[in-house]
């Protein structure tokens, strides 16, 4: 894969690893249907993870429900009933500030 989900997965990572130094990164999930596998982030506990389709990039907080979330970044997975996502499509533009800030949360909120 390289394109702009490539591209978005790579400031994802910077992003989180800025966000969360010492968090470790992990590529779970390796199969045919998905060879690049699915990176996940752990720091305390699980973060989120970070998986491509198609039309988007996926970002599953493990403790998404639990995470304030003043910016409004969810906007996926609104129903589940312990994990929230953050889906991204080539046109849309991540609040940086925000992203970190939720990153911060979920380690924050492992580590109690």
């Known amino acids: 894969m390289a ?9 994802l990572r910077h992003l ?3 966000a969360a130094p010492g968090v470790t ?3 779970k999930w390796v199969k045919a249907s998905n060879p690049d596998g699915v990176p996940t982030f752990s ?6 993870t970070v998986e491509t389709y198609k039309d988007k990039v996926k970002v599953t907080f493990a403790k998404g429900a639990s995470l304030p979330d003043p910016a409004g970044l969810f906007n ?4 589940a009933g312990t994990r929230r996502a953050i889906d991204i ?4 533009m991540l609040d940086e500030t925000a ?7 979920a380690v ?3 580590e109690s």
Request: aromatic share 6%; hydrophobic share 35%; proline share 0%.
């Open 3 to 11: 394109d702009w989900r490539s591209t978005t997965v790579d400031s």
């Open 16 to 18: 989180i690893h800025e």
């Open 25 to 27: 990164e992990e590529v």
């Open 43 to 48: 720091l305390s506990g699980l973060i989120c």
């Open 76 to 79: 996926a997975s609104m129903d």
């Open 89 to 92: 499509s080539e046109s849309d």
């Open 99 to 105: 992203f970190g800030e939720l990153i911060k949360s």
């Open 108 to 110: 924050a909120l492992n």
